[in-house]
């Protein structure tokens, strides 16, 4: 019940992040990086290869278990799913989440998500696929190599930045576990702790836990959709879903869930955790779109942050944040504006 | 020191703390301390401490009443002054952080948003309070002051509605504050009924 930074609480230390943090100094990287832009403007030619992110040298660093080490530095910057976008600083994407796991304010997360144990960790695949199972989240990740995507994250609230993730497909998965022909759907669960996740004992929230999100099967399959295990070159941080999240960057960000226990598949549309207790405001589909506004506010436009007070950085929302090209097709000949 | 001077030192420090929220906030935004999202932020600072100060004037009567502090009295004024200052400023955070003054928003906003009507249904009701708060304006009203004034009742009212309309899962401070409204506005109608 207590209130979040109220008067006199200062701001977070890197030492409040991590028990035992880890603090490099990524600048030479960065400028190794930035004296190859004298080649060519090809798009993608001074980052191709490279996922090093300028990370202030006094903010932790996550670098996840050491089996996931080398599969994170070997991964490969794909130009195809990039934008020119400026990124959100590392500190401000590490430092302003939702994940009501961990409770509601923006600061709470980073607070509170510290002592996750991430590693070991298992999934569990179950419905209607052919190999259904526990598995270790090492062995999940096995045949994957990683890619480095830059994305949009547009948040339900009317807010977003711009992020670099380290993941791979979400199809791909999926095709492994060969889903039968009755995998209309696919859920995907949070995990439910209330050890480790001290939202989950708040007797005044009306979310229902584990939170539970989902998508439609074609929607998996969109190339766009991504398991996602890092973030800037390293681990996932815990308040950012650590150590496996999903990203469907043309969905407003509650459809991006976190700290994934479990992927489902079915005949049936789950009931998804933020539909279930507001269905009028959130839609199972959720796709950006600045023409259906949430009852409470605008979707037109979005404060892209960080925003300073003088500029706000608003600018306006495009439809399914700006990805139409690659998904407006899943959704045609559907009424949006039924199907929000 | 006299009597008089020490009762100026205390009505200083009274103005200092219901102004320190304030104070604070500048600090915090002059450190670049208010996160990724500083105009949010101020918004919501600013309006959750009209909403204490408003709680605060109407708990003058029933300390006065039930905890016998006449004292507070003379204080009401200001509590309730500094309840309308930080709803103006929540409203001009408002319209030029968050949408940055541009008109059609502001309109859209102001007329489609349940809780901003709401809002803005409490603050302009706060507006004529404001205006008659003073001395003077209190003899010239003379009865009709304390009718103009018991608009307070329906304001808070108002105000808790604009908070409760806002919630999205998590309720517990809504429910603080709904409580103490109870009591605050409760142990009126309590004492009303009483012959
Ligand atoms: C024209 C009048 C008003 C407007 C346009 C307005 C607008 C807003 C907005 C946009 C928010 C932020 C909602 C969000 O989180 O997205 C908010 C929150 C709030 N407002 Fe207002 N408001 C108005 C009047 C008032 C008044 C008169 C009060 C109190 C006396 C008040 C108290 C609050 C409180 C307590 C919050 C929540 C703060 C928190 O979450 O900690 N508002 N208002």
């Not at chain 1, 300073?308 to 944040?321: E, K």
């Not at chain 2, 200001?78 to 955070?93: C, N, Q, R, S």
């Not at chain 2, 408002?94 to 059609?104: I, Y």
């Not at chain 2, 108002?158 to 709904?178: E, K, N, W």
Request: hydrophobic content about 45%; overall charge positive; glycine content about 6%.
């Amino acid at each position: 019940m207590k209130r979040y930074r109220r008067i006199g609480s200062p701001s977070i230390q890197p030492s409040e992040i991590t028990p035992e943090p880890i603090y490099r100094n990524r600048r030479r990287f960065m400028q190794a990086a930035l004296s190859m832009t004298a080649l060519p403007v090809l798009g993608f030619s001074s980052q191709a290869g490279a996922t090093d992110y300028d990370i202030a040298g006094d903010l932790p660093i996550y670098e996840g278990p050491s089996w996931l080490q080398p599969k994170l530095a070997s991964a490969v910057h794909n130009p195809g799913y990039s934008t020119e976008e400026k990124l959100a600083p590392y500190y401000d994407a590490i430092t302003h989440n939702n994940f009501y796991e961990f409770g509601t304010d923006k600061r709470d997360p980073v607070r509170h998500a510290q002592g996750l144990i991430t590693d070991p960790w298992q999934v569990e695949i179950s419905g209607a696929v052919a190999k259904p199972g526990q598995y270790h989240l090492e062995d999940i990740l096995a045949p994957h190599a990683l890619e480095d995507r830059i994305y949009r994250l547009r948040c339900v609230e009317a807010w977003s930045m711009v992020i670099p993730w380290l993941g791979f497909p979400l199809a791909d998965l999926i095709k492994r576990f060969e889903p039968t022909s009755k995998a209309k759907y696919v859920h995907f669960t949070t995990l439910e702790d209330k050890e480790q996740m001290p939202g989950q004992s708040n007797l005044f929230g009306t979310i229902t836990w584990p939170y539970v999100e989902g998508l439609r099967i074609d929607e998996a399959m969109n190339p766009l959709a991504l398991l996602v295990v890092g973030m800037y070159g390293n681990a996932l941080p815990p308040q950012n879903g650590a150590p496996l999240r999903l990203v469907v960057p043309w969905k407003y960000g509650f459809k991006s869930i976190k700290s994934i226990v479990r992927i489902h598949f079915s005949e049936t549309m789950p009931q998804t955790s933020w539909n279930h207790i507001a269905p009028d405001e959130y839609g199972f589909y959720a796709n950006v779109n600045p023409a259906v506004d949430h009852p409470r506010w605008s979707q037109a436009t979005e404060r892209r942050l960080p925003s300073s007070l003088f500029s706000p950085n608003i600018i306006d929302t495009l439809p399914f944040n700006g990805y139409a090209e690659e998904v407006a097709d899943l959704y045609k000949g559907m009424d949006l504006k039924q199907w929000f | 020191m006299s009597a008089l001077q020490r009762k100026g030192w205390i009505r200083w420090s009274v103005f200092l703390l219901l102004l320190l929220p304030l104070i604070l906030l500048i600090q915090r935004l002059l450190n670049g301390d208010l996160g990724a999202d500083p105009a949010k932020f101020i918004v919501k600072e600013l309006g959750y401490w009209s909403l204490c100060w408003l709680w605060l004037t109407l708990s003058v009567t029933p300390a006065r009443i039930y905890l016998g502090w006449r004292w507070l009295t003379s204080y009401r004024r200001m509590f309730g002054l500094f309840a309308f200052f930080y709803a103006v400023l929540h409203l001009l955070a408002f319209a030029t952080f968050l949408l940055g003054w541009r008109w059609d928003s502001l309109i859209t906003e102001l007329t489609k948003r349940p809780y901003i009507i709401v809002g803005s249904l409490a603050l302009l009701c706060m507006l004529p309070l404001a205006i008659t708060s003073t001395k003077g304006m209190q003899r010239k009203l003379g009865k009709d002051w304390k009718r103009l004034h018991s608009l307070i009742y329906p304001i808070s009212i108002l105000v808790m509605l604009h908070y409760t309309l806002q919630i999205r899962s998590d309720f517990s401070q809504q429910l603080i504050f709904a409580v103490l409204l109870v009591v605050l506005l409760g142990c009126r109608i309590y004492r009303k009924r009483r012959p």
